[in-house]
């Protein structure tokens, strides 16, 4: 860390695994709600 293309790299993964635990939230709520 401290360059800051590491800290964007960083920024990006933790938003790509933000995402998709929000889809996994979804599908969840999605399927038990059918």
């Keep these: 860390t401290g360059t ?3 800290f964007e790299r960083e ?3 933790r938003q790509v695994s933000t995402q998709l635990r929000e ?6 709520i999605s399927l ?3």
Aim: without cysteine; glycine residues 6%.
């Design 4 to 6: 800051p293309e590491a």
């Design 11 to 13: 920024l990006k993964n």
């Design 23 to 28: 889809m996994k939230i979804g599908e969840t």
């Design 32 to 34: 038990s709600a059918s």
